[in-house]
C-alpha cells in the first residue's frame, strides 16, 4: 500500500468543517515553530531549507578542487562564493568600497551629472527613481521590447507613504530612524543625517504619489503605453532620453513601452524641481542603503535590522552560508542550477510530472466543454489557447553562458556589479533577437513554478518536484492534492482574470465575446468579495482586487486537479488509508502543502504586496466554494465553512 497521509500534521482537536487549514495543518504547525533567522516556516520553507544544502553540497566540493581553469564555470561559481563567505576581509575593507560611489555623487554638478548618474546605476544594479527591462512585447509576443517601470521607493510599496493606518505609520516613523542611523556609521553628522531623512521622505512620498497601486498593474491593458524617443521626449522633456540611453550603452529602439507614463512624467518633472544637492543627498542615501549589506557587520546589521526585523519581524540573521547561497543562486543561476541537477534530479521524476501534467490538460479540457456559463464561441479560443500552452519541466534545454564574466574571489562587491552588467547588457542584446523559447524566470532549485502569459507557458523547476509536493511513494490522493493543484493552478493563471487577456500566442487581445467577458466578471467578483471579508490580523483584510489572480488560480486548480484525480482512478479499488477516503486525502494533500507559521510583522506586509492570499485562506477560502469537498467531509449548514450554494464562486 501507497503512504498515506502524514497524520501528524493533522489538529484532530479542531473543527474541520469550521477551519479546515487548522485541522490539516495545526500539528505541523504547533510542532514547527518560526525558527528565530526566519519570518515565515512552512512545508515550502523546509523544501527551501533543503534545497539550500542542496546547493551548497554542490558548491563545497569545487573549494577542494586547485586545478580549476580560471574563468571556467566552476572557478566563478567558487571564487563567488569564497567572496562571499569572506566576513573578515568586509570588515577589514572597511568603507573602501563605498568611497568611489559616494565620490560618483559628490561629483554631480549639473543636471546632466544627474541623470548620467541615474543612467548608470541601472545598468550596474543601483535603483534610482524608474527602472528598465527587456522582455516580450505584450502585443506582439514574437518580438523583444524595452519597458520603462516605476521604481525609486526604499519601502516595500508606496501604501506605506500614503496610508494612515497604524502600520503604515509605524513603519514610516521607524524609517525616519533608520536613515540617520545608517548615515551615522558613514560618518555623518547629526545634523545631515536629519538632513538627509527628511529629504529621502519627501522625495519619496513625491514617487509614491505618481505611483500606480498594485492592483492597478494588475490590469495590462493599462500599462501598455508605447512610446518613442521623439514622443517621451514631448512628455518628459527634462530629461535627455538619448543621453540616458546612451549611458547605459543601449541603442534606442524605435518604440518601447511605457508601463506607468503618469509615474515617468512626474518623476522626469522632479528632475527639475527638486535641487541637485537634494538630488545628491538623496542618491548619497540610496547609495548607502544598497551597499549596507555588501559592507562591514556594523552596516549590514542595521540595515538588517529595518528590513527584515522591523519589516518582516524576524529576530536574527541567516548564517552567512545561506546568504551566500542564495547570492551565488541569484548570480550564477545557470551554472549552480547545471551542476544542481546533475546531482539531485531525478529523471524519473520528471517522466512522472509530464505525466500528471497530461492528465491535468485533459481534466481542464473536459472542465471547459462542460462548463455551462461560457458561450461556444469564447469555449472555442479556450481550447486552442490551452492546446497551445507549453510546458518546461526541471531544467532549461539551454543553459546561459556567463563567458568573459570576471569572478574575483578578493572582490565581493566589484563581482556583484560586473555580474550585474553582464545581465543587463545579456539583456540588452535581447532587443535585437528573438525572445529565447528555452529561458526561464527561476533557476532549478528554485521550490516554486510559474505561469507565463506573454509565452502562454508554464514551468515547474526541478525544486519543487520533491516532498510533500511530489513523492513517488505516495498513493495518488496525495500527489494530485498537492504537485496536482500546484499544476491546476498554474495552467488556471492562463484563464484568471489577467491571464485569460492573453490570447493562444501570448499577445495581449481580446478573444472573449462581450457577454462571457460580463460573465467571468461577475463571477469573479464573487471572489473578490469573499477575500474582500477575510481578516486576516489587527483588523487587516485581505485584499480581494489584489489577490484575485492568484485565489482564481487556487479554485480552479483545485477542482481540475480533483477532477483529474478522479479519472485516474477510474477502475482502481477505493482503499481506505488512515481512516481516510481517496478524496478526503486529496483535500488533506492539498492543506499540507500551505501548512506553516509566520510573523504578525510579515503578515502585515504580504497583505499589501503578496498577490498570495495567506495560507490559512488559501485552503479555507477556495475550499468553501468547492462541492465535491464538501461531499468529501459532510460539510453542513451551520459549519463556518459552509455557503449557500447561490453565494459560491464559480468559475472554472
Ligand atoms: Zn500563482
Do not use: C
Not at 485541522?23 to 523546509?46: H, K, L, M, Q
Not at 532587443?431 to 529565447?436: C, E, I, S
Amino acid at each position: 500500500m501507497k503512504k498515506g497521509i502524514d497524520t501528524s500534521y493533522l489538529d484532530k482537536k479542531a473543527r474541520l468543517q469550521d477551519d479546515f487549514w487548522q485541522y490539516a495543518t495545526g500539528g505541523w504547525n504547533r510542532r514547527n515553530p518560526i525558527p528565530a533567522d526566519r519570518s515565515i516556516w512552512g512545508t515550502f520553507y523546509v523544501l527551501r531549507e533543503n534545497s539550500n544544502i542542496q546547493m551548497r553540497d554542490v558548491i563545497e566540493p569545487l573549494l577542494r578542487n586547485k586545478k580549476l581553469k580560471s574563468g571556467s564555470d566552476e572557478q566563478m561559481v567558487r571564487d563567488l562564493w569564497l567572496s562571499s563567505m569572506d566576513e573578515a576581509r568586509r570588515e577589514k575593507l572597511g568603507l573602501k568600497p563605498l568611497k568611489p560611489l559616494l565620490e560618483k555623487v559628490n561629483a554631480i554638478k549639473t543636471k546632466k551629472d544627474l541623470e548620467d548618474f541615474i543612467a548608470w546605476g541601472h545598468r550596474s544594479g543601483l535603483g534610482f527613481l524608474w527602472g528598465v527591462h527587456v522582455g516580450r512585447d505584450d502585443k506582439n509576443s514574437e518580438k523583444n521590447a524595452l519597458f520603462f517601470h516605476q521604481d525609486g521607493l526604499s519601502l516595500p510599496d508606496r501604501d506605506y507613504y500614503l496610508n494612515d493606518d497604524a502600520e503604515s505609520k509605524r513603519v514610516r516613523e521607524e524609517f525616519k530612524k533608520y536613515i540617520p542611523r545608517l548615515l551615522h556609521l558613514v560618518g555623518y553628522e547629526e545634523d545631515e543625517a536629519k538632513r538627509t531623512a527628511n529629504v529621502v521622505m519627501k522625495v519619496e512620498t513625491e514617487l509614491a504619489k505618481a505611483s500606480m497601486t498594485r492592483v492597478e498593474r494588475r490590469d495590462p491593458h493599462a500599462q501598455y503605453n508605447v512610446r518613442t524617443l521623439a514622443s517621451l521626449a514631448r512628455e518628459a522633456p527634462q530629461v535627455d532620453w538619448k543621453a540616458y540611453f546612451k549611458t547605459m550603452k543601449v541603442e534606442p529602439p524605435a518604440k518601447f513601452i511605457v508601463s506607468q507614463p503618469k509615474f515617468l512624467k512626474k518623476a522626469a518633472e522632479m528632475i527639475d524641481s527638486v535641487s541637485i544637492e537634494d538630488w545628491k543627498t538623496y542618491l548619497r542615501f540610496g547609495v548607502i542603503d544598497d551597499m549596507a549589506p555588501l559592507l562591514t557587520k556594523k552596516l549590514l546589521m542595521e540595515n538588517f535590522r529595518f528590513y527584515s526585523t522591523i519589516l518582516s519581524g524576524t529576530k536574527k540573521m541567516r548564517p552567512l552560508w545561506k546568504r551566500s547561497v542564495g547570492v551565488v543562486d541569484g548570480t550564477l543561476g545557470d551554472i549552480l542550477g547545471k551542476l544542481y541537477v546533475e546531482k539531485y534530479f531525478s529523471a524519473k521524476a520528471k517522466r512522472s510530472i509530464d505525466a500528471l501534467v497530461d492528465n491535468l490538460f485533459a481534466a481542464y479540457k473536459e472542465r471547459l466543454a462542460n462548463l455551462e456559463w461560457m458561450g461556444s464561441a469564447t469555449k472555442k479560443k479556450a481550447f486552442v489557447k490551452l492546446k497551445a500552452m507549453k510546458r518546461k519541466l526541471g531544467y532549461p534545454s539551454k543553459w546561459q553562458s556567463y563567458r568573459g564574466l570576471h569572478i574575483d574571489k578578493a572582490d565581493y562587491v566589484g563581482n556583484l556589479f560586473r555580474a550585474h552588467e553582464y545581465e543587463f547588457d545579456r539583456m540588452a542584446k535581447k532587443l535585437k533577437k528573438k525572445p529565447d523559447p528555452t529561458e526561464w524566470y527561476m533557476t532549478p532549485p528554485t521550490v516554486n513554478a510559474y505561469f507565463d502569459p506573454n509565452a502562454n507557458e508554464i514551468a515547474f523547476p526541478a525544486g519543487i518536484m520533491q516532498p510533500p509536493f511530489f513523492d513517488e511513494t505516495a498513493d495518488d490522493a496525495i500527489n494530485y492534492g498537492a504537485i496536482g493543484t500546484v499544476i491546476g493552478h498554474e495552467i488556471t493563471h492562463g484563464f484568471d482574470d489577467e491571464g485569460r487577456k492573453f490570447d493562444h500566442r501570448g499577445n495581449l487581445k481580446d478573444w472573449w465575446t462581450k457577454e462571457d467577458r460580463k460573465r467571468f466578471e461577475k463571477r469573479a467578483k464573487v471572489l473578490s468579495d469573499q477575500f474582500d471579508s477575510f481578516e486576516a490580523i489587527d483588523g487587516m483584510h485581505i485584499n480581494g482586487k489584489l489577490t484575485l489572480g492568484e485565489n482564481i488560480a487556487d479554485l480552479g486548480g483545485i477542482i481540475i486537479a480533483f477532477e483529474a484525480f478522479k479519472k485516474s482512478q477510474k477502475g482502481k479499488k477505493r482503499e481506505i488509508i488512515n481512516g481516510f477516503t481517496p478524496e478526503q486525502r486529496f483535500f488533506l494533500g492539498y492543506a499540507v502543502t500551505e501548512a506553516g507559521n509566520i510573523r504578525p510583522e510579515l503578515l502585515k506586509k504580504v497583505l499589501v504586496i503578496d498577490p498570495h492570499s495567506p495560507s490559512k485562506f488559501r485552503v479555507n477560502g477556495p475550499l468553501s466554494n468547492i462541492p465535491a469537498f464538501y461531499e468529501a467531509f459532510g460539510i453542513k449548514k451551520g459549519d463556518k465553512l459552509w455557503r449557500s450554494e447561490k453565494s459560491r464562486a464559480q468559475i472554472w
